[in-house]
């Protein structure tokens, strides 16, 4: 038996990791349900969305952690919620038991996101051997198959191969190019393995769709940003669907990492309808995700409650 500052803090652990358990399916469920409907938002909306549904999880279940370990916070309702023994905690318990699990999923996850930076910065070290620079201090790989793509975690930056520069002209090397500098400046190649990390801890397919999602509206993002700069959305999709078009399909076999933005690789159809359409869609109130973060609370707080109490129940019978 663990007593003292030691066991509040592992219970504290013990309620977040349940919390986060609740958040993760009510989340799941919820992306499942909206992914069957049409929400027409704008790609910052939809960019907001989905940080929001990775990230709201695990600040609910802090909060309720804190409620329920704390629970003068409650007020008068502190009957309804509360956590017996909080300074005591048993490792051999199912306290023990889940909190191992939990901080053992935890560490793999981790340690394979680390994993697959370790492997990007391998093959970025190797591109920077590469490469050349050209008059106009871009990149250059010496290569036939015609690519783009940015790559970099802390210092990304964009890359061409001189097969995809010789086939475009000025106008549609400078809109790729545009694209490229969009992804390095926003550090879209590290936010994407901040997401991936996240996005993890769901079931694989949701949380494989929820980096698709996300992937999209980073190119859509960069899409805009060649658009702000001057250049027609018409334009910016021809030179998609020609960059597309002389590749092959040479990018999506050579891929070698999901942190890596290629110009012409992600959700084509979508990026084009949304580059030509005169709707871009909602923007999503602020007061929205606020909402949706007092109710997420809640209900982790109601539902570890109930949970444990059900536990217990279960274990001392």
């Given at each position: 038996?663990?007593?003292?500052?030691?066991?509040?803090?592992?219970?504290?652990?013990?309620?977040?990791?349940?919390?986060?358990?609740?958040?993760?399916?009510?989340?799941?469920?919820?992306?499942?349900?909206?992914?069957?409907?049409?929400?027409?938002?704008?790609?910052s909306s939809r960019r907001?969305?989905?940080?929001?549904?990775?990230?709201?999880?695990?600040?609910?279940?802090?909060?309720?952690?804190?409620?329920?370990?704390?629970?003068?916070?409650?007020?008068?309702?502190?009957?309804?919620?509360?956590?017996?023994?909080?300074?005591?905690?048993?490792?051999?318990?199912?306290?023990?038991?889940?909190?191992?699990?939990?901080?053992?999923?935890?560490?793999?996850?981790?340690?394979?996101?680390?994993?697959?930076?370790?492997?990007?910065?391998?093959?970025?070290?190797?591109?920077?051997?590469?490469?050349?620079?050209?008059?106009?201090?871009?990149?250059?790989?010496?290569?036939?198959?015609?690519?783009?793509?940015?790559?970099?975690?802390?210092?990304?930056?964009?890359?061409?191969?001189?097969?995809?520069?010789?086939?475009?002209?000025?106008?549609?090397?400078?809109?790729?190019?545009?694209?490229?500098?969009?992804?390095?400046?926003?550090?879209?190649?590290?936010?994407?393995?901040?997401?991936?990390?996240?996005?993890?801890?769901?079931?694989?397919?949701l949380g494989n769709y929820?980096?698709?999602?996300?992937?999209?509206?980073?190119?859509?993002?960069?899409?805009?940003?060649?658009?702000?700069?001057?250049?027609?959305?018409?334009?910016?999709?021809?030179?998609?669907?020609?960059?597309?078009?002389?590749?092959?399909?040479?990018?999506?076999?050579?891929?070698?990492?999901?942190?890596?933005?290629?110009?012409?690789?992600?959700?084509?159809?979508?990026?084009?309808?949304?580059?030509?359409?005169?709707?871009?869609?909602?923007?999503?109130?602020?007061?929205?995700?606020?909402?949706?973060?007092?109710?997420?609370?809640?209900?982790?707080?109601?539902?570890?409650?109930?949970l444990h109490h059900t536990?217990?129940?279960?274990?001392?019978?």
């Amino acid at each position: 038996m663990i007593l003292g500052q030691v066991a509040l803090w592992l219970n504290l652990l013990t309620i977040a990791a349940l919390g986060l358990f609740v958040g993760i399916l009510l989340v799941s469920a919820a992306c499942l349900s909206a992914s069957r409907h049409s929400l027409h938002l704008s790609a910052s909306s939809r960019r907001l969305l989905l940080w929001s549904a990775v990230l709201l999880p695990w600040f609910a279940a802090s909060t309720a952690a804190v409620i329920l370990a704390f629970p003068k916070f409650l007020g008068g309702v502190a009957s309804l919620a509360h956590w017996h023994h909080i300074n005591a905690f048993n490792l051999y318990s199912w306290h023990g038991v889940f909190t191992i699990a939990f901080l053992s999923l935890a560490g793999f996850l981790v340690l394979q996101s680390f994993k697959r930076a370790h492997r990007h910065l391998a093959q970025l070290r190797l591109l920077m051997q590469l490469c050349e620079r050209d008059k106009s201090d871009q990149s250059i790989i010496q290569a036939k198959g015609p690519q783009a793509f940015t790559s970099g975690l802390l210092r990304p930056q964009g890359f061409y191969t001189s097969g995809l520069r010789d086939q475009l002209t000025a106008e549609e090397f400078e809109v790729v190019r545009l694209h490229e500098e969009a992804h390095a400046q926003k550090f879209d190649p590290l936010k994407k393995l901040i997401f991936a990390l996240f996005a993890s801890f769901f079931p694989t397919r949701l949380g494989n769709y929820l980096n698709r999602q996300m992937a999209l509206c980073m190119e859509q993002r960069a899409d805009a940003y060649a658009h702000r700069q001057g250049w027609s959305e018409t334009f910016i999709a021809q030179t998609l669907l020609k960059v597309t078009r002389i590749s092959n399909g040479l990018q999506s076999k050579e891929r070698s990492s999901a942190m890596v933005c290629y110009f012409a690789l992600d959700q084509l159809d979508a990026r084009i309808r949304y580059l030509l359409s005169d709707d871009k869609g909602r923007n999503l109130p602020p007061v929205v995700l606020a909402g949706l973060f007092v109710v997420l609370t809640g209900t982790c707080l109601v539902s570890v409650d109930a949970l444990h109490h059900t536990v217990e129940t279960l274990f001392s019978h």
